[in-house]
C-alpha cells in the first residue's frame, strides 16, 4: 500500500503505523533510520539523489515524519520543527507582513500570547483576543482588510474552551483571513481541523505526538499547495527544523498515538468523574460534561473529549498550590500529553507570562494532563491531595 493510499483509504490505525514512509528497497527495514548526516553526495553538480542535499533543507527521517503528520491531518503537506514556537514563528513570518493583525484566543496558550506580544508586536504585527466559543465574538474582532490569520486553539489551553471550527472558518474566510488552529490538546487522534474547514493545523509535538515527554518539536499541516510552497520557504530559509533523532522519536509517538489517546480519555473520565463530586472543588472544566458550554460542539467535532482537565479548588490560590505540592503520582511539572500524569498550577507556571494582561487565568485554578497510569492510583492521589 503505498503513503497516498494510507493518505486516502486506510483507518487512523493503520496510517499512523505506515504512512510517510514505506520499508527501505536496500535492507527492507520497517521502522525509518536515523539519519544523522548533514550533508549529501550528489549525482554530479545539482544531481541530487533522491531531493537531499543538505539537512536543513530536507532530512530523510524528517521526511517521513512530515508525512506520517499530514496524513494524520488528513493534509497536503506537512513540516516538523524544533519546537512548537519554531512552527509558530515561522507560520507567522511566512504568511504575514508588518502592519498585518492577527485574532488570537482570549485565554491563550502563554507561550503563543508571549510570542506575539513580544516578538511579533516589535516585528509590527498587531493583535487583539477573543473567545474561541463565541465566532460572533472572534468576528467582531477582526479588522477589516488587517487581519491574516485567525488563530485559535480547542480546546483551549487551559480553561479548555471549545471553538466551532466550522463556524470559525467561515468567520474567517468571509474576512478574507486564515483559519489556523492549534490542534496540541486533541491530537490528530480525536480532531482533523484540515477537515472542517482550517487552513493550517498547529501541534506542539512535545506533547501528545510524542507522547513519552523525552522529545521537543512542532509541526505544522497545511492542505494548500500554493499555502505549503510558501512554508517550506520559509522552514528552510529560517532554519528552526527538527533534527533527525526527534524526528525518529516523534514518529515512533505517533505509531501509538490512537492507543494512548483511548487510555488517556478513560482516565480523564475517571479523574473527572471523582472531582465533580469533591467538596474541595469548585469546579470541574472538561469538555465530555454536560454541563460544559461547548460540549455539543465537542461532541460534534472531537473522537472524544481529551486527557486534559482542569479545575479550581475552594479555598484560593493558597490551596491551589498545596494540592499541587502535595500530589505524588501527579508530578509536578509544565507541559502535557505525555504517558505520565502531571499536575501544575498555570498561574504561577505554564501561564505566567499572561498574569496582568486580559489573558490571566484564575488563580485557583489547576491542570492536569491525564496520564495512562491505573486509574484507582490516580483517583487516589487526586484524594490525598486535596485532603
Not at 504568511?95 to 506580544?117: E, I, N, Q, S, W
Not at 463556524?167 to 468571509?174: F, K
Request: with cysteine; proline share 5%.
Amino acid at each position: 500500500m503505498s503513503t497516498q493510499q494510507h493518505r486516502t483509504k486506510a483507518g487512523f490505525e493503520t496510517r499512523a503505523i505506515h504512512a510517510g514512509y514505506e520499508p527501505d528497497a536496500a535492507t527492507g527495514a520497517v521502522i525509518p533510520p536515523i539519519y544523522a548526516t548533514s550533508t549529501y553526495k550528489q549525482d554530479g553538480v545539482g544531481g541530487l539523489r533522491g531531493g537531499y542535499e543538505y539537512s536543513r533543507s530536507a532530512n530523510p527521517t524528517r521526511t517521513a515524519l512530515e508525512g506520517n503528520i499530514a496524513a494524520l491531518e488528513e493534509g497536503e503537506r506537512g513540516f516538523a520543527f524544533a519546537s512548537g514556537l519554531a512552527a509558530e514563528d515561522t507560520l507567522v513570518r511566512a504568511l504575514c507582513r508588518p502592519g498585518d493583525h492577527v485574532v488570537l484566543p482570549d485565554d491563550a496558550y502563554g507561550g503563543t500570547f508571549r510570542l506575539f506580544d513580544k516578538v511579533e508586536r516589535v516585528w509590527g504585527l498587531a493583535h487583539s483576543a477573543a473567545p474561541v466559543s463565541d465566532a460572533e465574538a472572534v468576528a467582531a474582532a477582526i479588522r477589516p482588510g488587517e487581519t491574516r490569520l485567525v488563530w485559535v486553539e480547542t480546546p483551549t489551553n487551559p480553561l479548555l474552551n471549545i471553538g466551532d471550527i466550522e463556524a470559525l472558518a467561515a468567520v474567517a474566510h468571509d474576512a478574507g483571513a486564515l483559519l489556523v488552529v492549534d490542534n496540541t490538546f486533541a491530537s490528530p487522534y480525536l480532531q482533523q481541523p484540515l477537515t472542517l474547514g482550517a487552513d493550517v493545523v498547529v501541534h506542539s509535538t512535545t506533547k501528545y505526538c510524542g507522547g513519552h515527554s523525552d522529545v521537543v518539536g512542532g509541526a505544522l499541516v497545511v492542505k494548500d499547495l500554493d499555502l505549503a510552497e510558501q512554508v517550506g520557504f520559509h522552514q528552510n530559509s529560517m532554519g528552526a527544523v527538527a533534527g533527525p533523532f526527534d524526528a525518529w522519536l516523534t514518529l515512533r509517538g505517533l505509531k501509538t498515538l490512537a492507543l494512548r489517546m483511548e487510555r488517556h480519555c478513560d482516565n480523564a473520565e475517571r479523574v473527572v468523574d471523582f472531582l465533580t463530586s469533591h467538596p474541595a472543588v469548585g469546579d470541574v472544566i472538561y469538555p465530555g460534561l454536560e454541563t460544559h458550554p461547548g460540549h455539543e460542539v465537542a461532541q460534534r467535532q472531537m473522537r472524544r473529549f481529551g486527557g486534559m482537565v482542569s479545575f479550581r479548588v475552594r479555598g484560593g490560590e493558597a490551596q491551589a498550590l498545596a494540592v499541587c505540592e502535595r500530589a505524588e503520582i501527579f508530578t509536578l511539572g509544565e507541559s502535557l500529553g505525555g504517558v505520565e500524569s502531571l499536575i501544575e498550577h498555570p498561574g504561577r507556571m505554564t501561564h505566567a507570562s499572561v498574569a496582568g494582561t486580559e489573558l490571566e487565568v484564575p488563580a485557583d485554578l489547576v491542570r492536569l494532563s491525564v496520564g495512562i497510569e491505573t486509574a484507582d492510583d490516580l483517583v487516589a492521589d487526586l484524594e490525598r491531595a486535596l485532603g
